[in-house]
């Protein structure tokens, strides 16, 4: 299947500084990537949903001012996590679906990636 | 997308088939049922998905019944590297505000025992 990379694969940041997180289709165009948010023991969150060249659609409850959400070409999607505390530490995981040949096949995921604030 | 039901944890053995069960009763007449796997800190990885016929993949068989209101993941032969929580997932495949976005549950977490 696809391949979507996520980086980095962990971080820890200091509270009240900002981390940003990259998710890559690696070998296809990603019309639309998703970003999710999963907390120990608990399910995936969906946090919001991009398109290439547009703004990103956030879940209700979901900071938009917090987490900054770019995707500015086919292949990239950034999050970044502005002014992050504690509570923010968490996995995040992108997912990519693509277009032309990819078009009507599942959703290809990252790796995830695990941000602790302290 | 239709809410799905599964149990919270299974077990099996070894090189047994694992067969995990999934009821989606409100699904409609455009919503596929997806399965997708996740490993202790990775991301999901898809494994299967259809529509109302029967399917098998490299990975595994999924059974859907014919009034597709449930469904069954069938691993043929289980190994221990197989234990993950299993997310049945229902959605449109195509098309519409929502493709790709995936609602997931709680999943059934499967354990793989010698």
């Known amino acids: 299947g696809a391949v979507v990379s996520q980086h980095p694969s962990w971080v820890i940041c200091k509270s009240g500084t900002s981390v940003k997180i990259e998710c890559r289709s690696l070998?296809?165009?990603?019309?639309?990537m998703f970003w999710y948010r999963q907390f120990p023991k608990q399910s995936l969150m969906l946090m919001a949903t991009?398109?290439?060249?547009?703004?990103?659609?956030?879940e209700q409850g979901v900071e938009k001012d917090k987490f900054l959400i770019n995707h500015a070409s086919l292949t990239l999607s950034t999050l970044t996590v502005t002014s992050a505390h504690p509570e923010d530490s968490s996995f995040y995981i992108c997912?990519?679906?693509?277009?032309?040949?990819?078009?009507?096949?599942?959703?290809?995921f990252g790796q995830g990636t695990r941000l602790t604030v302290v | 997308d239709a809410k799905t039901t599964q149990p919270p944890s299974m077990d099996c053995a070894e090189g047994r088939a694992a067969n995990l069960p999934c009821n989606h009763s409100t699904i409609s007449g455009n919503e596929y049922v997806y399965w997708y796997r996740q490993i202790h800190s990775q991301g999901p990885q898809y494994i299967i998905h259809?529509?109302?016929n029967n399917e098998t993949n490299e990975m595994a068989s999924l059974i859907i019944t014919e009034d597709r209101k449930s469904s069954t993941l069938i691993l043929p032969h289980a190994t221990l590297r197989d234990t993950a929580v299993y997310y049945c997932?229902?959605?449109?495949?195509?098309?519409?505000?929502?493709?790709?976005?995936?609602?997931f549950g709680q999943g059934t977490i499967l354990t793989v025992h010698p």
């Open positions: 259809g529509l109302k």
């Open positions: 997932i229902v959605r449109v495949a195509a098309g519409g505000t929502s493709y790709g976005k995936l609602t």
């Open positions: 070998d296809f165009q990603a019309t639309t």
């Open positions: 991009s398109n290439e060249g547009s703004k990103a659609t956030y």
């Open positions: 997912s990519a679906i693509g277009g032309g040949l990819l078009m009507n096949t599942e959703a290809f």
